[in-house]
């Protein structure tokens, strides 16, 4: 039986990425994309639930989909996804694997460190989203429209944003999106003048702590798998529940 802390955590991931992407069903499998942002975060196949002889069906559709709207091909595979063997399927059709992510969950055996940082995390009303999205952006290296298209998604009831300060400037920021009894950690950004301050640790902290409030039974996030990341997740508590694959084939190569 699936592990019910990995099942809350893939329907929560869905459920908010479908909330920023345009949705196609791929009888079998979902596939997120849009038009207006070309980062792979808006791009890629999920969820995928079919028998062996309908593998290679389901990725030439993926393949067609994406293709056509001049995007790589990529899949994000779960523990949960079926066939078993369907790694091993896309990199028979010449897909290679990518990113390898770790989902984490807050789960301290002993408190965490005290955070030494000058920042302060503020909750940011839905009145500075602006300046809240243009620090995410700024903090990842990402195009501003990678804001303007999440706004529909992020000024909602279940997403509860943050913006850290440093002597008044704005700093950093992260959210916390509740849903299914499960708090998901997300779009923790530094400004990279404000790097190793503990900016990025405060926010987290903060969010855990409201999370908690709230009355979550699980605080998730997502990282790069042996990345400064997370090992900095690990010192606040956070440890690793299982891993998550990326399969990638690049735009032209299908």
Request: glycine content about 6%; some cysteine.
């Amino acid at each position: 039986m699936p592990d019910e802390l990995m099942t809350t955590f893939e329907k929560l991931w869905v459920v908010l990425r479908a909330s920023w992407c345009d949705n196609h069903d791929l009888n079998g499998a979902l596939a997120f994309s849009h038009d207006r942002a070309a980062m792979d975060f808006f791009h890629r196949t999920v969820r995928v639930n079919v028998d062996d002889a309908q593998v290679d069906r389901l990725i030439d559709d993926a393949l067609h989909l994406f293709q056509e709207k001049k995007y790589d091909c990529m899949f994000t595979l779960s523990p949960l996804d079926r066939p078993a063997d369907l790694s091993e399927r896309l990199e028979k059709r010449g897909f290679t694997e990518g990113m390898l992510a770790s989902a984490m969950v807050y789960d301290p055996s002993t408190p965490p460190p005290p955070i030494q940082t000058a920042a302060e995390i503020d909750v940011s009303p839905d009145s500075e989203y602006n300046l809240w999205a243009e620090v995410m952006c700024r903090g990842f290296g990402h195009d501003q429209t990678m804001g303007e298209v999440g706004r529909d998604a992020l000024i909602v009831p279940e997403v509860r944003r943050y913006l850290a300060r440093v002597d008044g400037a704005p700093a950093g920021t992260t959210l916390v999106y509740s849903q299914f009894g499960m708090g998901y950690v997300d779009h923790v950004a530094t400004l990279p003048e404000h790097r190793r301050k503990g900016v990025a640790s405060a926010m987290v902290a903060r969010a855990v702590a409201d999370s908690q409030a709230m009355g979550n039974r699980w605080t998730t996030l997502e990282t790069t798998t042996g990345s400064n990341a997370e090992r900095i997740y690990q010192r606040q508590g956070f440890r690793i529940a299982y891993h998550r694959r990326r399969y990638i084939m690049p735009y032209g190569s299908g």
